[in-house]
């Protein structure tokens, strides 16, 4: 699946869509309106992307980084074509022992334990990701807007109804990109 970002300049949304879509936006932004400040999000995160904006566009879209879900590839102990890398784990005694005693030892047995545990909690997880999400994008977008702290707090309550109440008399894309991040956990 491909990640979404969307850029703001204050409180007016420029664009949306991949990075390399909604960072050429941002740049033909600062080449008209040099005093302009966007700033990119990342949808699923609710992070700022730090963009270099220096040189020209095709510069600045191959200075881009990278947008996929891998990690950079990293040299060491473990199994570098199957993409395992060695890290240390801190467990008591009593716990070494029990994975010891597991059929395929330590390594088989954790990696059955997270599995398990990350298909259990795969919901739990997504709401939780998009609610810290939301709460970065509305702090950053909204927090000096009227009705933040109440409106932070019914999202957190999941008071659907109260929330879009509050949201009601934002900027109209400040509300309506903060809804959107707030509908995967306010309809969960």
Not at 140 to 166: D, V
Request: charged fraction near 25%; proline fraction near 6%; aromatic fraction near 6%.
């Amino acid at each position: 699946m491909p990640l979404n970002f969307t850029a703001f300049d204050g409180t007016t949304r420029l664009a949306a869509g991949s990075l390399p879509i909604v960072a050429e936006r941002c740049k033909a932004l600062l080449d008209s309106e040099p005093n302009a400040s966007p700033i990119i999000y990342d949808d699923s995160t609710g992070r700022p992307v730090d963009v270099d904006y220096r040189g020209t566009t095709h510069e600045v879209l191959a200075r881009l980084p990278a947008t996929d879900d891998a990690p950079a590839a990293r040299r060491g102990p473990g199994r570098p074509k199957l993409g395992v890398v060695a890290r240390e784990v801190t467990l008591l005694p009593r716990h070494w022992d029990w994975l010891a005693s597991q059929p395929g030892g330590a390594s088989v047995a954790l990696r059955r334990l997270v599995e398990s545990a990350s298909r259990e909690n795969l919901d739990a997880d997504r709401v939780r990701q998009a609610s810290e999400a939301v709460d970065r994008v509305m702090l950053a977008l909204a927090g000096n807007l009227a009705g933040y702290e109440e409106a932070s707090r019914a999202f957190h309550r999941r008071e659907a109804e109260r929330f879009h109440a509050l949201t009601e008399a934002w900027p109209a894309d400040v509300r309506d990109y903060v809804r959107s991040l707030a509908a995967v956990v306010l309809h969960a």
